[in-house]
């Protein structure tokens, strides 16, 4: 007989199995096999998914950290992946740079800036926040076209005879030069400085003689690299020995806007504005003034603005003079005069969104729409008025004194107040 349990072989008499101690029942002569025709299936074991639990947490955890960490960079500290403080991918707005000589920049609920100690930032509006990044000698010393892109500063310092290209993280740490300009090579007109989609352009003016003139540049240049100093490229060298009037430059949109006073055929013996590619080539006129000059150019949104003005009967400062600004696009067409023909001079000294800052010879201050429209006066606290420069930041204006790229020293002020030009709240005096 065999055990029914075990199948060890049992003798006769015997209650309980000695393999397995099982109690000895009514037995089979032969054990049935496990898989013969009807014998019982084992019952199925049961099968215990993995214990993923704790992982999935793990993991969920870690994507929770890592978009707490973005969102701490992004909304705290002003930064972000591909984050830029201008249109477009830019560092900076464009007329910030070309005629704000880039003083301030506003990026992640900052305003950062140049004052008598530095380089400098502040919450919006928030007098109390101010803070500094890193110094710079105010001795006589030249400091601006500031960008902000991936949660650092770009600017330009002059040192000795170099205009150095720095950055520096928004915290203060990482400070860095990431390219020169010899000014005793001839580069000596304090360059602009744009930040594009992530490189750095630097667009400056050279002299073969250094005669430190901006009227007298041999050729408009352009140099672009990563935000790290890596691959250096030579974009533009473009000849300008023919032009001997004062240069405004601005870079936008791929192009670049320059002045010059090459009287042809086709002009009236007045400076032009012209645009052409990053490269040099597809060089076009698109804006002519009646025999003056150019005081400045800029481009809001899709809209480029030049301040001008016409001469006639006499030379120099006799005769007479109209200055106004002109809005047109991009290519020349569509031009208007957005302010009155005024026998005082017009300054372009700021941009916000569609509205255009100017100021005029009397001291005054006023906002215009981009494409024209009503002009409305802007007060300015009286530390301010006089040469002051308004950085546009969408729902507020960053304003200084205007002298921050001359002398550090001699800064004045600085502060923020809403678009409207109301709610002045002072950073720096």
């Known amino acids: 007989m065999f055990c029914s349990k075990c199948g060890a072989n049992l003798g006769e008499g015997v209650k309980f199995c000695p393999s397995c101690g099982a109690p000895v029942g009514p037995v089979s002569a032969t054990p049935a096999p496990a898989d013969a025709p009807g014998a019982a299936a084992p019952a199925p074991t049961a099968v215990h998914p993995k214990r993923r639990a704790p992982f999935v947490i793990i993991a969920v955890a870690a994507v929770a950290v890592v978009a707490i960490a973005a969102f701490a960079v992004t909304h705290l500290l002003g930064g972000g992946p591909k984050e830029a403080a201008g249109a477009n991918g830019m560092g900076n707005s464009v007329t910030n740079i070309a005629v704000g000589e880039g003083q301030a920049v506003s990026a992640g609920g900052m305003d950062y800036y140049f004052d008598g100690n530095g380089l400098e930032c502040a919450k919006v509006n928030d007098s109390g926040s101010v803070k500094q990044i890193c110094s710079i000698s105010s001795d006589g010393t030249h400091a601006g076209m500031l960008n902000y892109a991936d949660g650092y500063l770009f600017y330009v310092q002059e040192e000795d005879s170099s205009y150095d290209i720095k950055s520096v993280k928004a915290d203060g740490s990482d400070e860095e030069t990431l390219y020169s300009l010899d000014v005793d090579a001839g580069h000596n007109n304090f360059p602009w400085l744009y930040i594009v989609d992530g490189r750095i352009y630097i667009v400056y003016l050279h002299e073969q003689n250094a005669t430190h003139d901006q009227n007298a540049a041999d050729s408009l240049r352009i140099v672009s690299m990563a935000t790290d100093g890596s ?92 200055y106004y600004v002109t809005s047109m696009n991009a290519d020349g067409s569509d031009a208007k005069k957005i302010t009155d023909v005024s026998d005082d001079e017009i300054d372009i000294v700021g941009a916000n969104n569609d509205t255009v800052y100017l100021f005029d010879a009397n001291g005054r201050y006023f906002a215009v729409p981009v494409a024209g429209g009503d002009k409305t006066d802007i007060g300015l606290p009286n530390v301010l008025v006089g040469g002051a420069r308004l950085t546009g930041a969408d729902d507020h204006i960053i304003v200084n004194d205007g002298s921050i790229t001359n002398d550090l020293s001699y800064n004045d002020g600085v502060g923020s107040m809403k678009a409207d030009g109301s709610s002045y709240v002072e950073y720096f005096s």
């Open 231 to 322: 691959d250096v490229r030579n974009e533009l060298d473009f000849d300008m020995s023919s032009i001997t009037s004062r240069h405004c430059v601005a870079l936008s949109g791929g192009r670049v806007y320059y002045s010059d006073d090459e009287a042809d055929d086709d002009t009236t013996g007045g400076s032009s504005v012209y645009s052409m590619k990053i490269d040099g080539s597809d060089t076009k006129r698109i804006f002519s003034s009646g025999g003056g000059s150019v005081g400045g150019i800029t481009v809001v949104g899709d809209r480029v603005l030049v301040a001008a003005h016409d001469h006639s009967g006499g030379y120099g400062l006799d005769g007479t003079h109209s």
